[in-house]
């Protein structure tokens, strides 16, 4: 039996269906955003409501206010985030398309202007952002890398610059459905990059770091 999953999957695992129903907290607007899980193509891609609480409690626990979120999808990470940081915090949410975004998730996110006005959208290639150019290394207080896996290894080395010290990297599906444990599986080259990124963060010594078995497996790292 796999004991990894996200709660809201048909096949989830008794425990995860447990540990999530006694750790997942959604306000109205979360419960509201839900409905893209039944109308949005591939909703699947949609995070894990208790990876949301989770990272949630980070943000309020050290009062972050700068967020970085790698994949927005129909926006459901970037709305966890933007609920989390206070009213001057800024989520900034990457997707190479926002179509998702646009026809699902903002209808329903704008229903709050003060937590919809916490959003800054920004399309196209996520690893070819430039916030490091344009100066904002050491600035952001959380990030979120749920985007393309075989960049994931790229984005962890971004978010770590442009992180301050002291921010935590959160990398969403870091278990693949169980898959990263098995060798022959780690050939697919999605899943491979996601075990690679699980060693290289395994083995940095510029973050403390854990693997937890949250949702899809979310690894995370604090910068030292
Ligand atoms: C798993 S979904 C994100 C889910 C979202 N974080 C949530 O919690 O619901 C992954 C997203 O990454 C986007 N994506 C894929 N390749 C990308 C790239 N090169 N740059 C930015 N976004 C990309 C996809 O369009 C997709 O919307």
Known sequence: MS?????FEASSDPVVAYTSSLT????????DQNETLSNAPLAMMHGAPEVFTFGDNFIRAFGGKRILDIGTFTGASALAWAL?????????????????????GVPIISKCENTFKKIEAVEGPAVENKLIAEGQAGTFDFAFIDADKQNYSNYYEKCLTLLRKGGVIFVDNSLWNGDVCDPKKRENPMCGAIHDANVKIFQ??????ALLNLGDGTHVAFKK
Request: glycine share 4%; aromatic share 10%; charged share 30%.
């Open 84 to 104: 989390a940081v206070p009213d001057d915090g800024k989520v900034i949410t990457f997707d190479i398309d926002h179509t998702n975004y646009r026809k699902f």
């Open 204 to 209: 940095d010594d510029r973050t403390y770091s």
């Open 24 to 31: 997942t907290k959604q306000p109205p607007l979360q419960i």
């Open 3 to 7: 004991v990894v999953g996200k709660s």
